[in-house]
């Protein structure tokens, strides 16, 4: 059976949640590969409305399998409060499954994600200030603390301390804040443990043994292609790899399991934090866009910037996800505008960019080349198939499939999780 990726074709916010909720029914595990509580996913069934950062989106669904796989970061007070705000509401997160290769943030990434933001200043990041980057950068040094630690109190006490000894000399003497007490952190996360245990497991292998099963693996990024910290608006990323390469590595299955890796586009662009956003709409019009799509961020409240669609942001998502299908998001955001128009390359400096330019200064520099195409004013959210969408709306949905070298296979166009135009089965 396949394993199938859901990627952000754009800066993340793309609506995923709506497309794994889509795919639930075929769906038996469902997995986050990447990023942690920086994330948020809104899924909407009935007048419920779910808003989750950590958990899978397959936790909503009974009969699936929801996997936190070893490229997330977890923040086991956060996941915890995750887990008992949906139990209030009836949902049982007993089926959860957390990698023993996860690692933690610990309460010094979270003190030093806004501490060095802060001193960036101007040049700052924008980050969720979740401690994401501070935990992937322990990682990457190999001074971090896995999940597995939480099995170990010796192992784990033993390990806050090294992380402290070297973090509080930083907190104190480089940024003049308090230290934190290791004893403390250890009580602390022993406390979590406890609660954690009965869910850890060796996701890798029991993810194979689905795959073997002829179980249907669906791999859940959070964030988006262009926030990939290899294929982003480097330095304007998060701090892992949201494209399907890092599915893989993720999750730990084998590139060759993979099946369909289903992108999603919204039918305009928003991003969230610093870095460059070409298409950005800084006027009414971006706006309207914020007030009708209802851009802000499910994590931090912030508001989201708005800006057209633009057609080589998603040629290039194509291109480094292998994208197979497209889901096409809030189509009905854009109702009732007379004219919509579409990137469709850079200006950079007076030479045109079909791709997106080399460096990050050229990028910096791009100005969107637009094309317009005819809006229309009919209210398309209660469209069930193709055809009901008005002339105009079918003709923008063609227009960015042939933009985006990649077939469109379904459209939102409202946030109901029956308010989806399936044009050919994702799966
Ligand atoms: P971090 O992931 O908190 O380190 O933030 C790095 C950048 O990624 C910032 O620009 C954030 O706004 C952005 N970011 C992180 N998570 C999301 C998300 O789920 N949606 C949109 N932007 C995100």
């Not at 923040?75 to 690692?103: C, F, K, T, W, Y």
């Not at 939480?150 to 070297?166: C, F, M, Q, S, Y």
């Not at 934190?180 to 497991?201: N, S, T």
Request: glycine share 12%; proline share 6%; hydrophobic share 40%.
């Amino acid at each position: 059976m396949p394993a199938a990726v859901l990627v952000g074709a754009q800066w993340g916010d793309e609506g995923k949640g709506k497309a794994t909720d889509l795919l639930g029914g075929d769906v038996d595990y469902v997995v986050r590969y990447q990023g942690g509580n920086n994330a948020g996913h809104t899924v909407v069934i009935g007048d419920q409305k779910y808003a989750l950062h950590l958990l899978p989106t397959g936790i909503l669904s009974p009969d699936v399998v929801p996997v936190i796989g070893n490229g997330v970061v977890i923040d086991p007070g956060v996941l915890l409060g995750e887990i008992d705000g949906l139990a209030q509401r009836g949902i049982s997160a007993e089926r959860l499954l957390i990698s023993s290769n996860a690692h933690l943030i610990m309460p010094h990434h979270k003190a030093l994600d806004k501490v060095t933001e802060r001193y960036l200043g101007k040049a700052r990041i924008g980050t969720t200030g979740r401690g994401i980057g501070p935990a992937y950068g322990d990682k990457v040094a190999r001074m971090g603390v896995r999940v597995q630690d939480l099995l170990d109190p010796g192992i784990l006490a033993k390990k806050i301390e090294v992380a402290l000894t070297e973090k509080n000399q930083v907190l104190t003497k480089v940024y003049n804040r308090r230290g934190i007490d290791p004893a403390a952190v250890v009580e602390e996360y022993l406390a979590y443990a406890e609660r954690l245990k009965p869910h850890i497991a060796d996701t890798s292998l029991v993810l194979s043994k689905a795959l073997d099963d002829d179980k249907f693996v669906l791999l859940e990024g959070g964030q988006g292609t262009l926030l990939d910290l290899d294929h982003g608006t480097y330095p304007f990323v998060t701090s892992s790899s949201p494209t399907s390469g890092g599915a893989c590595a993720g999750a730990g299955i084998p590139p060759n399991r993979l099946t369909k890796i289903i992108g999603i586009l919204k039918a305009y662009t928003t991003r969230v934090g610093s870095g460059p956003f070409p298409t950005e709409l800084t006027d009414d019009m971006g706006e309207w866009l914020r007030q009708t799509g209802g851009e802000f961020g499910v994590t931090t409240g912030r508001d989201r910037r708005c800006g057209w669609f633009d057609a080589v942001i998603a040629r290039y998502a194509t291109r480094v996800n292998g994208i197979t299908d497209y889901f096409l998001t809030k189509l009905d955001v854009l109702s009732g505008l007379e004219r919509v128009p579409v990137c469709v390359a850079y200006d950079v400096d007076g030479v045109r960019h079909d791709e997106i330019p080399m460096t990050q200064t050229d990028f910096h520099h791009a100005k969107p080349i637009y094309e317009e195409f005819p809006g229309w004013q009919e209210d398309i959210t209660g469209a069930k198939v193709f055809e009901d969408l008005p002339p105009n709306a079918q003709s923008y949905v063609r227009a960015l499939e042939e933009m985006s070298g990649a077939p469109i296979s379904a459209i939102g166009v409202g946030p109901g999780r029956d308010q989806t135009v399936v044009v050919r089965p994702l799966v």
